[in-house]
């Protein structure tokens, strides 16, 4: 068969000549591990996983009770399990919260008969992806407003229905409300676990268990974006009673998760990929990324209209070169500054935030390959000087 009609001839394909055969222009992230973006870069040890154990078959419940016991080994919790992506991990968490171990519970979900099926939610902590926790058939009660909630305002909602109170830690979810430890007492005082989302918190690597230590009984993590496995992977981390819950309610069992399969190979990925984060030098490699935003800044800092400065704290640990546009600018909005990068040669995918694309832009450091910074920093350089002259 002719080598470049055949997708399937891998050894002789590079990334770019698949592209290429399917009429498909590749771009340099910078935008950081978006899925939609391709999310991030495996790492070797990752893809070296992958392919070895394609070699092999195996009892998936086996191997998936085994990768459990390496993940909670590796971060330093109770227990854990592999789910498919961090969203999976929420479906995972709330048929859980519903069903728990009871067959009967577990086969009929959507259905909620005959089981609690509210999780309890902050308003502050709503955000684009937490439908994902009514999938398998759950409905919040939300509490409080936008902007604050009390802890007494969740304790009243409480009641015969609730089967989990749900938390949010997020660079976008809103900062006052009740914390993660005074949400978990009261839940516990109730007997009803914690739920938490997690999905973009690392690094630093200290957050494996900083929300199990803070009370939550499941968290879910990806385990692509930082940690750099297959981007279709995510692991949750939490008490051994949850996660035996969670376990029977995911793939490969028969239930309302079914359809959330994460292959053998992705989980061997996920399981190489996870212990090179935990291994590796955490402040090297951020004192690495430091440089490259540095840099970035530098190159646009003087352009008149603008302010640009490095961020690296709590909520973006890895740190990012944010561009703010001043009430002088004459220039294109963010998001056409965004749409003329993606549309240029080559194509570089920047980021805005999803809530209000007026606020800010920004790049991401962790998916930029070697010369990929200074492409970066040449192309939005040109761009943003033009820009300022109103073009």
Same mark, same amino acid.
């Given at each position: 068969m002719d080598e470049t009609h055949s997708i399937g001839e891998t050894s002789r394909s590079t990334g770019h000549s698949i592209l290429e055969r399917l009429g498909v222009i590749p771009l340099i992230n910078a935008g950081g591990p978006n899925t939609k973006h391709s999310g991030s870069r495996p790492?070797?040890?990752?893809?070296?996983?992958?392919?070895?154990?394609?070699e092999v078959f195996?009892?998936?419940?086996?191997?998936?009770?085994?990768?459990?016991?390496?993940?909670?080994?590796?971060?330093?919790?109770?227990?854990?399990?592999?789910?498919?992506?961090?969203?999976?991990?929420?479906?995972?968490?709330?048929?859980?919260?519903?069903?728990?171990?009871?067959?009967?519970?577990?086969?009929?979900?959507?259905?909620?008969?005959?089981?609690?099926?509210?999780?309890?939610?902050?308003?502050?902590?709503?955000?684009?992806?937490?439908?994902?926790?009514?999938?398998?058939?759950?409905?919040?009660?939300?509490?409080?407003?936008?902007?604050?909630?009390?802890?007494?305002?969740?304790?009243?909602?409480?009641?015969?229905?609730?089967?989990?109170?749900?938390?949010?830690?997020?660079?976008?979810?809103?900062?006052?409300?009740?914390?993660?430890?005074?949400?978990?007492?009261?839940?516990?005082?109730?007997?009803?676990?914690? =739920?938490?989302?997690?999905?973009?918190?690392?690094?630093?690597?200290?957050?494996?268990?900083?929300?199990?230590?803070?009370?939550?009984?499941?968290?879910?993590?990806?385990?692509?974006?930082?940690?750099?496995?297959?981007?279709?992977?995510?692991?949750?981390?939490?008490?051994?009673?949850?996660?035996?819950y969670a376990r029977l309610n995911n793939a490969p069992n028969p239930g309302v998760t079914r359809a959330q399969k994460v292959s053998k190979e992705e989980i061997a990925g996920l399981l190489a990929a996870l212990k090179v984060f935990t291994e590796i030098d955490e402040k090297e490699e951020t004192k690495n990324y430091l440089t490259q935003m540095n840099f970035i800044v530098d190159q646009i800092a003087e352009i008149p209209g603008l302010s640009a400065k490095v961020t690296h704290d709590y909520d973006h640990y890895i740190p990012h070169a944010v561009i703010v546009l001043n009430k002088d600018w004459k220039g294109p909005t963010y998001s056409e500054i965004a749409e003329r990068l993606k549309a240029g040669s080559p194509r570089i995918y920047t980021a805005t935030d999803y809530r209000d694309p007026a606020q800010c832009m920004w790049i991401d450091p962790l998916n930029l390959q070697d010369g990929?910074?200074?492409?970066?920093?040449?192309? =939005?350089?040109?761009?943003?000087?033009?820009?300022?002259?109103?073009?």
């Open positions: 790492r070797p040890e990752s893809v070296e996983a992958m392919n070895a154990m394609s195996v009892d998936l419940e086996e191997l998936l009770l085994a990768a459990g016991n390496e993940i909670a080994l590796l971060t330093g919790n109770e227990a854990a399990t592999v789910t498919s992506g961090a969203s999976g991990g929420l479906v995972v968490q709330a048929a859980a919260a519903m069903a728990k171990d009871d067959p009967a519970h577990i086969s009929q979900l959507p259905i909620t008969d005959g089981m609690p099926n509210e999780l309890i939610i902050q308003r502050g902590h709503r955000f684009v992806y937490d439908h994902l926790y009514l999938a398998p058939g759950s409905r919040f009660v939300e509490v409080g407003r936008t902007t604050d909630c009390t802890i007494e305002e969740i304790d009243a909602a409480i009641g015969p229905n609730t089967a989990a109170l749900i938390h949010l830690e997020s660079p976008y979810k809103e900062k006052t409300g009740v914390p993660l430890t005074e949400l978990s007492d009261l839940a516990h005082t109730h007997g009803l676990p914690v =739920l938490a989302d997690c999905a973009s918190m690392l690094p630093p690597r200290e957050n494996l268990t900083k929300y199990t230590r803070q009370g939550a009984d499941l968290v879910s993590f990806s385990g692509g974006k930082a940690v750099r496995g297959p981007q279709s992977t995510g692991f949750l981390v939490g008490k051994t009673e949850w996660i035996e990929e910074v200074e492409i970066v920093a040449t192309q =939005l350089r040109e761009l943003l000087i033009k820009g300022a002259s109103g073009f």
